[in-house]
Every structure is written in structure tokens, then in C-alpha cells.
């Protein structure tokens, strides 16, 4: 690998351990707060209104400024909002440090595999499978450390304090790092002009309309269960101890890190195939963890999701939006498919608590049904049709 490559696995790596941290205590805080679950749903879906308006413009911006930037901004944004988060009890607050801290991490996310195909294009179902495969051991790693922080201080609300600290200070050091070792080429990066008609028109590939319509019924899906309730599905339903659901969510993140780890060591053939069964799978799976009555079975199900499912399928639906995306747009296009794909973040949190304050089963369940329902699309997928031919030619919308 080459410098940047290095560069961008040990800033991956940061990312997760912070992830990992900010993503098990946050909920437990909010609810330590005494957020219930209709508030802390709002403050999730208004994170991911804020995602969806400004993940398109992101990806735009990085046509025209090159990713260096945006990238360094994107982590120390996570990491200033992810400390403060522990400061600022107020719900105003609250809502607007996650609307921050989401609109920089999905911008994170976008950049993520651009630039790793853009350093390596040959190899890159290899490198984005690894690559994220290690940031999911670093996420446990840091669900670990918070787990072990809440244990060891005085009270939960403290090891709360302390663990949100701990993710900040991690991400501002990873955005220091970057901006002074991270070389960019900027003459190759074009110029363009982003205007309402080329973000908001859907002149895209067949292929990646596809994925934008499944991604708007999958992210509604996941973000039913994996939005705040997760930590709390374990607790609410069978009175875990947050230490013990800390070790749950390290598993959680182990299971996703293993296929991603070995997926680029596979030749996949028929990639639809794979793309869809593993979807459906893992729709099966949370509903079987949310109807199973015994603690035990549930945890077990509930672990087989990712592991037979977005372990396989992530890196895929990544190949294919880099190789359906134009060289010259890439940034916007893949940034239109993952910002219009993020609409169902909006609703999804809301919805999630609605139905746990009916049940704690609820939210899992619609979860899973959603979830297996958007591989449906997917059936369309030609996944043997070539890249665009006027990848060098910038789009009409863009002058």
C-alpha cells in the first residue's frame, strides 16, 4: 500500500474506536437524561434530515476541492461534536450536535471509498472489504472500552461523560494527523460548478437508481433498529446491564468485521445473487431475534445478521457504485445514491419510537420485514453491464 492507503486504514481505524464509543453510550445517555423515546427519536430523525440535505453537497464539494479537505473537516467535526455531547443536557443541544455529528460522519463515509478506489482501483473489493472489516473490530474495540469505562467510575452517567470525551479526543487527533500527512494531487481534481439541478436531478446510471430505491427501504429498516434503540432492545425487553449489552454490541461489530475481512479473498460470482440473499438473510434474522421469547436464542440470532448479511452485501453495493460512477461526477453521483438512500433516517428514528413505547419487540420486527423488502429491487440489477463510456466527460448539469 501506498502512503495515503496507510494513511486512510489508520484514520479508519480511529473512526471505528470513536465510533464504537459514541454509538453504544449516546443512547444510554440521552435516556440517563431522561430523554423518552419519542424525544430521543426526533433527535435521530432531524440527524438524519440534516445527512440527506447536505450528503449530496458534500459530494459535490469534494469534485471540485479534492477530498483532502473535506475529509480532515468531516473527522474533526465527529470529533468536536462527539465530546460535546456529554456537556450539553439540553435537547436543542443535543439535536444540533448530532445533526453535526452525522452530516460529517455520512460525509466521511462517502469520501471513504472514493478515494480508496481512486488510490487503488484494481484490488478495490479487497481493500474496501479489509479496510472496513478492521474498522468494525476497531468499533468493538472502543464498545469494549466504554463497557470497561461505565463499569469502572462511580456511576453509569459519569462512565457516560468520560467514554463521549474519550471518542472526541480520538477523532480531533485523527483530523490533525490527516491534514499534515494526507498528499493529494489537486490538478487532477476538476472544477466544477454544483448547481440545484445536479443535485437534485437523478441523471444516473440504471444500476445506481436501483440501489438508491433499495437503499431507501433498507435504510428505513435499519435505522428502525439501529438508530438509538439498539443498546437499548437487549435492556428494555430482558433487563440486560448496560455492561453486559456493551459486550453484546462488541460481538455485534465482530460479526460484521470477519466476512468483510475474508469477502475480497472470495471470487464472487453472480453478484446479484449474493447481493440479494444476503439482504433477505439478514431481514430473517432480526425478525427471528425480535419474536424469539428466550434471551439467550435472541442474542444468538440477532448476531447472525451481519455476519451472513451486510458483511457480504456492503462491499458489493460498494463496488458497484464506484464502477457505475462517472470519474468526473463521482463524487456527487455516489453522494446523491447514498444522500437520497438516507431519506429513510428521517423516518426510521421516529418511527422506532412510536413502536417501543408500544413494545420493545416492535421496533426489531418492522425492522427485519423492511429490510428483507428492499432486496426486491435488487432482482433488477445488471450487474454485467459496463461502466458509463463518458466517465472523463463531466455531467450536463456541471460546468
Known sequence: ?????????????????????????????????GFSFEKVGVIFALAGLAMVLARIYMGGLADRWGRKALYGWALLVCGLASGLAAQWPALLGQVLLKMLRETAALTRETL???????????????????????????????????????????????????????????????????????????????????????LFNFDLQPNLRLLLISGVIFTFGMQLSHSFYLPLFFHDRFGTPPWQVAIIMVAHRLTVALPLLLVGNLTLKHLRAWYVGSMIIEGLTMVGSAIIPVYSWSVGIFLLHDLIGSGIWAPIQAMLLQRYSRDATRGIEVGKVLAWSSIG???????????????????????????GLSALPLCALDTNAPAPQYADQPADAVG
Not at 479508519?12 to 454509538?23: D, M, Q, R, V
Not at 478515494?115 to 474495540?141: C, D, H, P, T
Not at 423516518?347 to 425492522?367: H, K, M, N, R
Open 112 to 198: 471513504h471509498p472514493i478515494i480508496i478506489y481512486e488510490e487503488q482501483r484494481a484490488s478495490f473489493l479487497n481493500y474496501i472489504g479489509k479496510f472496513r472489516g478492521v474498522e468494525y473490530l476497531l468499533q468493538a474495540g472502543g464498545t469494549l472500552l466504554a463497557g470497561v469505562i461505565i463499569r469502572q467510575l462511580s456511576t453509569p452517567e459519569d462512565g457516560y461523560h468520560c467514554a463521549l470525551l474519550v471518542a472526541g479526543s480520538l477523532l480531533t487527533a485523527a483530523a490533525i494527523m490527516w491534514a499534515l500527512r494526507f498528499h493529494e494531487e489537486w490538478e487532477r481534481r476538476p472544477r466544477q460548478v454544483i448547481d440545484l439541478r445536479t
Open 1 to 33: 500500500m501506498n502512503r495515503n492507503l496507510w494513511l486512510v486504514l489508520t484514520t479508519a481505524l480511529i473512526f471505528g474506536l470513536s465510533t464504537g464509543i459514541y454509538e453504544f453510550v449516546l443512547p444510554l445517555l440521552l435516556r440517563a437524561q
Open 345 to 371: 433516517s428521517i423516518l426510521g428514528p421516529i418511527a422506532a419510537g412510536v413502536l417501543a413505547t408500544a413494545s420493545p419487540v416492535y421496533p426489531f420486527l418492522a425492522s427485519g420485514i423492511f429490510m
